[in-house]
């Protein structure tokens, strides 16, 4: 069933991406999955193509799209691979926050260049010690005639080691209490003073995803780089984690139609007993189901994406969204390997990459624990 929300205009958007996926990203993705990056050259190539950060306005270097046209981006660039994350990280959840809190002077400095893919950007939430619990970061940014001096260290950063541009969640007052009220948010600039990359971090999927430290060691910046105003970091983060998750619910959609498809083909040419594998009866009812419960799932995403287009409070829904999607996206990656047989072992399978890249997904924009407590929430449990 076709979502109300995507019209023609959405659908000569899919087209022209996937060709240019076809031509620029498809080829290589094997390459860029041993090197552990996608080269910045892809990243210009999306700019000029018009396919970084379109929502924006023209005044920025975008063309004013709908958040349709960023679900159209996000599935097509899922069904490439799952590495390319940092792809919609940037456009659709970084960036939103310089144009949501930034001063007019900070967006005309940043936005363009966002949109063209000189600048790359990454958000620093997660610490070696804090991750979900963002009230207990330890790293600060303490304020002096001079500017902020930052110190802390920042972990599993996506975009990590691309990034141009930074958003970090820190603590402007270490005292405040409660903890939140102190947390504001800095946009750290790749040659401040005092910032450091760490390792780039190797993780058994996401491999072409680059993913790493950062480190803070008095890292001078500039009070024009306080994004917002201070002390407010924490519910700039609340209002814009709707779409970040909203974001990975996606994503995991389009992994799990893409997996069902992979394995649908497979099936119906494996032969095994004299005959094709689709034709046993456990192999159709194990896809049958995996079949309605995607679909279920899609069709619940795409009520909620409406929703939040409509500018409607869809916290609880995309909560939901977010668990639910996560969680069958491992399910529909387990299966379908098995479905495989051996060969969904073998590297030279799409389905084995996928299997490595599911299960992330229920740990990151918030754990899908986190999901059920803030649904519980919702429904006055708390």
């Not at 024009?224 to 002390?231: F, P, R």
């Not at 799932?297 to 994406?305: A, E, H, N, S």
């Not at 519980?376 to 708390?382: D, H, N, R, S």
Request: glycine share 10%.
């Amino acid at each position: 069933m076709k979502a109300s929300y995507i019209t023609e205009e959405h659908e000569i958007l899919r087209q022209s991406l996937r060709k240019f996926l076809e031509k620029e990203a498809y080829p290589y993705y094997d390459d860029w999955e041993k090197a552990g990056e996608v080269p910045r050259d892809f990243w210009r190539k999306l700019g000029e193509q018009g396919y970084l950060c379109p929502w924006l306005d023209e005044e920025y270097g975008g063309f004013g799209a709908d958040f349709g046209y960023s679900v159209v981006i996000n599935e097509e660039m899922e069904k490439v691979g799952t590495g390319l994350i940092g792809v919609g990280l940037h456009n659709d959840i970084v960036v939103p926050y310089l144009e949501a809190y930034g001063t007019e002077e900070q967006k005309k400095k940043w936005l363009p260049k966002c949109t063209t893919g000189e600048c790359i950007t990454a958000i620093a939430m997660t610490e070696p010690g804090a991750g979900s619990d963002l009230a207990s970061i330890k790293t600060t940014a303490i304020e002096s005639d001079q500017g902020f001096t930052m110190n802390g260290e920042k972990t599993f950063i996506t975009n990590g080691i691309h990034a141009d541009l930074v958003v970090v969640v820190c603590k402007t007052d270490p005292h405040a209490s409660p903890a939140y009220k102190g947390i504001s948010l800095m946009v750290v600039e790749r040659d401040t003073s005092g910032f450091s990359r760490g390792r780039k971090l190797e993780k058994i999927g996401l491999n072409s995803q680059d993913t790493s430290e950062l480190i803070f060691e008095d890292a001078a910046v500039s009070k024009d780089n306080l994004l917002g105003k201070k002390g407010e970091g924490f519910y700039y983060l609340m209002n814009q984690l709707q779409q970040e998750r909203l974001i990975v619910g996606i994503g995991a959609i389009a992994a799990c139609e893409r997996m069902l498809e992979l394995t649908v083909a497979y099936v119906k040419e494996r032969k095994a007993f004299g005959k094709s594998i689709a034709s046993f009866q456990n192999t159709q009812f194990k896809l049958a189901e995996l079949q309605t419960e995607v679909e279920i799932g899609r069709t619940f995403l795409d009520r909620t994406i409406e929703a939040h287009m409509n500018g409607e409070d869809v916290v609880k829904e995309v909560s939901m969204s977010k668990w639910w999607t996560t969680d069958l996206v491992k399910k529909v990656a387990m299966e379908c390997m098995h479905l495989h047989g051996g060969y969904g072992y073998m590297e030279e399978y799409e389905i084995a990459r996928r299997f490595r890249d599911a299960p992330v997904t229920a740990i990151y924009a918030g754990s899908n624990e986190i999901m059920k407590t803030i649904i519980a929430k919702k429904m006055g449990l708390v």
